[in-house]
């Protein structure tokens, strides 16, 4: 597995916003996704707000923010994320939702890609048994609000290598 630089986020709503502000603020390169370009845009305006609130309060200097924004980038399409080393799924916590996601998604991933999942409720190993790679999933669940809350849970399914598990766990 190699090392991940790149982070797509689908869902660009409070959490997946919040997991793009964080990701972008250690390095990553971000690519967000959502079902319109309206949103992706609304999230985007909203992490930038939310940044420039970490300027004013002196938490954040703006060269770091400049830096951190510079490294969000949209993703008009799902097949956007395809370079993405690890995929972060952040949509509505329904499962029938997060299935349809899987289903478009997995075909146009590489191979070796991580695909995680935020959820707070739904089975990890139910969810990995939609994909084509149960083994390359897990679950890293944010807690709201993200670049406040200094807390992440990982789970993992039966199937959930230990490789992947590791590089989650450096991620985050």
């Known amino acids: 597995m190699s090392k991940i630089e790149t982070i797509g986020i689908i869902g660009a709503g409070q959490m997946g916003g919040g997991i793009?502000?964080?990701s972008a603020l250690s390095g990553y390169k971000v690519l967000i996704y959502d079902i319109s370009p309206d949103r992706i845009e609304k999230g985007i305006a909203t992490i930038s707000g939310n940044m420039a609130?970490?300027?004013?309060?002196?938490?954040l200097d703006e060269k770091v923010r400049n830096d951190a924004m510079g490294r969000i980038s949209t993703a008009p399409a799902m097949a956007d994320l395809a370079g993405a080393d690890l995929v972060i799924e952040a949509a509505t916590e329904d499962e029938t939702v997060k299935r349809k996601i899987?289903?478009?998604?997995?075909?146009q991933l590489n191979p070796e890609a991580i695909l995680a999942t935020n959820t707070s409720s739904i089975s990890i190993t139910r969810l990995a048994a939609?994909?084509?790679?149960?083994?390359?999933?897990?679950?890293?669940?944010?807690?709201?609000?993200?670049?406040?809350?200094?807390?992440?849970?990982l789970v993992r399914g039966i199937a959930t290598e230990d490789q992947t598990f590791e590089?989650?766990?450096t991620y985050v």
């Open 20 to 22: 793009a502000h964080v």
């Open 53 to 59: 609130r970490q300027v004013g309060s002196g938490k």
């Open 102 to 107: 899987y289903a478009q998604l997995c075909p």
């Open 130 to 153: 939609q994909t084509d790679r149960p083994e390359r999933f897990i679950g890293i669940h944010f807690m709201n609000p993200v670049p406040l809350m200094k807390l992440v849970e």
């Open 167 to 169: 590089a989650a766990k």
